[in-house]
């Protein structure tokens, strides 16, 4: 395969280009996405597809998963060790059969993990009543994700403000 012209060369910088390139016998044509990669016309790249934003099915079963994830561990799992927790996020895959489900709990850090790890075992059967409450065609594979977020640290930071507020009157 021989390299474009000069002047279509020139047209590759822009965002989204058309180019021809080949010789007698052979011709491909190829576009050049926003990631600057380029590819067969009606073939992105791995890198367009990462920038595509969900679609409105995705957004409304990972909205759907959340409320009844959350509700059914609060209702219907029955273990102790599980604390004080809050599903943060779910993320649904593009065919909506894999799920990654963000948990974070508040509490110590063997607080945290106990809760956690209960809600990890939990996970089959979360599956199992998921299945039967949500109304799609394949309930999306679960996956839990500890979700660390800063803005739950206000015990933390109360407590150290409580600390320095007795260092200060001593």
Same mark, same amino acid.
């Given at each position: 395969?021989?390299?474009?012209?000069?002047?279509?060369?020139?047209?590759?910088?822009?965002?989204?280009?058309?180019?021809?390139?080949?010789?007698?016998?052979?011709?491909?044509?190829?576009?050049?996405?926003?990631?600057?990669?380029?590819?067969?016309?009606?073939?992105?790249?791995?890198?367009?597809?990462? *920038?595509?934003?969900? &679609?409105?099915?995705? @957004?409304?079963?990972?909205?759907?998963?959340?409320?009844?994830?959350? $509700?059914? +561990?609060?209702?219907?799992?029955?273990?102790?060790?599980?604390?004080?927790?809050?599903?943060?996020?779910?993320?649904?895959?593009?065919?909506?059969?894999?799920?990654?489900?963000?948990?974070?709990?508040?509490?110590?850090?063997?607080?945290?993990?106990?809760?956690?790890?209960?809600?990890?075992?939990?996970?089959?059967?979360?599956?199992?009543?998921?299945?039967?409450?949500? *109304?799609?065609?394949? &309930?999306?594979?679960? @996956?839990?994700?500890?979700?660390?977020?800063?803005?739950?640290?206000? $015990?933390? +930071?109360?407590?150290?403000?409580?600390?320095?507020?007795?260092?200060?009157?001593?």
């Amino acid at each position: 395969m021989k390299a474009c012209g000069s002047r279509q060369k020139r047209l590759l910088n822009s965002p989204k280009t058309l180019c021809f390139c080949g010789d007698s016998h052979f011709a491909v044509l190829l576009f050049k996405d926003v990631a600057g990669v380029f590819s067969r016309p009606g073939r992105e790249s791995q890198a367009l597809r990462e *920038l595509k934003i969900k &679609t409105r099915r995705q @957004k409304q079963v990972e909205n759907l998963l959340k409320q009844d994830i959350d $509700e059914i +561990i609060r209702r219907d799992v029955s273990d102790t060790r599980i604390g004080f927790f809050t599903v943060t996020y779910v993320n649904v895959s593009k065919d909506l059969k894999h799920s990654t489900v963000g948990i974070s709990v508040i509490g110590s850090k063997q607080e945290q993990e106990k809760s956690f790890n209960a809600i990890q075992n939990a996970c089959g059967y979360i599956h199992h009543k998921l299945a039967k409450k949500s *109304l799609l065609k394949y &309930t999306p594979d679960i @996956k839990f994700k500890y979700d660390d977020m800063p803005e739950l640290r206000v $015990e933390e +930071i109360l407590t150290e403000i409580k600390k320095k507020e007795e260092n200060g009157r001593d």
